[in-house]
């Protein structure tokens, strides 16, 4: 693997994608879950986006020939929610929008990986975002999945995540204590986060609205994916540095520091290290 250009991501890089969301305002589409469905809109909301969360069909293929970016989330899966995510993804891709792919649980259960596979097999993605079990699972690799969490080792996390990319020709965002974000080129490693965010139900499909939100700002999905994975890790972060007793309070402060991750705040970041490339 080669280091991707985006291995060098200054403040300023970032403040310009941030000014740049702000300018745009996209709208989002997302058929997710229920269990974080408020969560991702408003997140989606906090970024500067316009969240829109059609997903039955008819009503999704319709929404999306005015959205900016599609975000497909697995967490729940009954035929009709598939159903509207094919016809949304058929529309996308005629209309060349970014599709996200959140494979919820994939590994987990024989449903979710043919809900996934036939996802891969008749839709085009710009980004797949997972945690590492579930990139795995994608991957062909030996990962173990309980329920949606991630748990075992994953020490070539960074290999699975370049060849899910080769295979599907999309840019996977694997996630975890360290984000790895690799194309058919190369992979980075993201060192941005807090422990608090494993401690809230949610914070994964948060950052696939994160994602689905950058992409449709951005013109380069690859940069978009880094760019959005870094920020929200740094939100994190400075979300541990307010005032909170828990995970509840941790919640409402996290949405907090993404609404106050302004590109004047990112300007002044020093980000050397954050952003490593893999070799």
């Not at 300023?12 to 989002?28: F, H, I, N, T, Y």
């Not at 509840?248 to 520091?257: I, L, P, Q």
Request: negative net charge; charged residues 20%; hydrophobic residues 45%.
């Amino acid at each position: 693997m080669t280091a991707p250009s985006t291995a060098d991501v200054t403040g300023g890089d970032l403040a310009a994608s941030l000014e740049r969301l702000a300018d745009a305002q996209p709208l989002v589409q997302s058929l997710t879950n229920t269990v974080t469905i408020n969560d991702v809109a408003n997140l989606v909301l906090h970024w500067n986006a316009l969240p829109v969360m059609a997903d039955t069909p008819g009503d999704a293929g319709e929404m999306a020939e005015l959205a900016s970016a599609l975000l497909l989330n697995i967490g729940q899966v009954p035929e009709r929610r598939v159903e509207a995510m094919l016809e949304a993804a058929e529309t996308a891709n005629g209309r060349g929008i970014p599709v996200v792919l959140d494979p919820v649980g994939v590994g987990s259960t024989p449903t979710r990986e043919a809900v996934a596979e036939r996802l891969l097999s008749e839709a085009e993605f710009a980004v797949i975002k997972g945690n590492y079990g579930e990139v795995s699972a994608l991957a062909g690799v030996e990962a173990e999945v309980k329920g949606v969490e991630s748990v075992g080792e994953y020490d070539e996390i960074e290999d699975a995540a370049h060849e899910l990319a080769v295979s599907t020709g999309a840019t996977v965002v694997a996630s975890g204590v360290e984000d790895v974000v690799a194309d058919a080129d190369g992979a980075v490693r993201i060192s941005a986060g807090h422990d608090m965010l494993g401690a809230v139900v949610g914070t994964g499909c948060m950052l696939g609205g994160t994602i689905a939100a950058f992409c449709g700002a951005l013109e380069d999905d690859h940069a978009a994916a880094v760019h959005a994975t870094l920020a929200f890790g740094l939100a994190g972060e400075r979300a541990a540095d307010l005032e909170y007793e828990g995970p509840g309070s941790y919640r409402t402060t996290f949405r907090d520091a993404v609404a106050g991750f302004t590109p004047d705040v990112a300007s002044g970041l020093d980000l050397d290290a954050r952003v490593e490339p893999l070799e």
